[in-house]
């Protein structure tokens, strides 16, 4: 992980650091030492592109969440979703999953049995958004979307996740006010990118662009300056993940899969994960990712 001081439109770079888990790579750019979120995000991981080998699969056994909501969104691939609420959904490009945990959930995520024998393909992102004070505890949901806005000017094209950008809002639930979207440039594209948030980061995860003119290097998170309208264009042709939104001012605490504004809220879920006091996923009952040994590591912001 680097941080760079603000040089234009730019005010931190964080390297994200990539985990090697054989088939494929994961790259962990929040939480870092020197970042800890971008508005409501307090998890940013992007992985691949790869090409499993035939008979080999991504299997993410079930696992609990509290008090965030993960957001999954695929360039490449399918990932069978199950969660302890009974839900079932194929994640597959231009389609959004959004779990909130809540006061708990528990799911998991595995390449579709039709994708094995040839070998899945994975490249995507995962990001985690806290959820903000008095929302921490809300029952858990999931909802699954297509359909999203798409806004094309000139050869650049922004698929808008969640939140408002370009005069334009997509379905997607918000329980903070929230930014994100991928934008594709074509050759020679431009595409400008609004003040309004509170906080900005953008990532390039495929083909090369600049933001005002300032090269961007492939999978770092480059937070933008606040309050300052930006240009983003590729010479080339790329791909760009826009994301932020609203700062939260108070606490909030991070260890494994739990998030909360309570160091004693994370420690409560770990014992009622450990004592089997979450639900099971139907249809994936078997497996479970156990509590990790020894003194959890809190990371907590700001």
Do not use: C
């Not at 035939?54 to 691939?77: C, K, S, Y």
């Not at 393909?121 to 359909?147: N, V």
């Not at 930006?230 to 080339?236: F, I, K, N, P, V």
């Amino acid at each position: 992980m680097t941080a760079s001081p603000a040089i234009g439109p730019i005010i931190q770079t964080v390297t994200p650091v990539t985990h090697d888990l054989g088939a494929f790579k994961v790259r962990r750019a929040i939480p870092a030492p020197a970042r800890k979120m971008v508005g409501p995000f307090i998890f940013v991981d992007q992985f691949g592109p790869a090409r499993l080998a035939p008979g080999q699969a991504m299997d993410v056994r079930p696992h609990p969440h509290i008090n965030l909501a993960t957001v999954t969104w695929l360039f490449e691939g399918a990932i069978d979703h199950r969660d302890s609420l009974g839900n079932f959904a194929t994640i597959r490009p231009g389609q959004v999953n959004l779990m909130t945990a809540g006061r708990g959930i528990v799911h998991s995520e595995r390449s579709p049995a039709e994708e094995r024998p040839q070998g899945p393909s994975l490249y995507g992102m995962q990001t985690w958004l806290a959820l903000p004070d008095g929302r921490e505890e809300i029952d858990p949901a999931f909802e699954s979307r297509t359909g999203l806005p798409l806004i094309e000017d000139g050869g650049a094209s922004a698929r808008i996740i969640m939140g408002t950008l370009w005069g334009t809002t997509a379905p997607t639930t918000q329980y903070a006010s929230t930014i994100y979207a991928e934008i594709v440039l074509a050759p020679g594209a431009a595409l400008p990118i609004e003040a309004e948030a509170d906080e900005r980061a953008i990532m390039l995860v495929g083909g090369e662009a600049q933001i005002d003119d300032v090269p961007l290097t492939l999978y770092d998170l480059t937070v933008l300056a606040p309050g300052r309208s930006l240009t983003l264009r590729s010479a080339e042709g790329g791909r760009i993940m826009l994301m932020g939104g609203e700062a939260f001012t108070s606490p909030r605490h991070i260890w494994w899969n739990f998030v909360s504004s309570s160091t004693e809220r994370l420690e409560q879920a770990a014992r009622d994960w450990r004592a089997g006091g979450f639900p099971k996923v139907p249809g994936d009952e078997v497996e479970f990712i156990p509590l990790p040994e020894g003194k959890p590591k809190i990371v907590t912001h700001p």
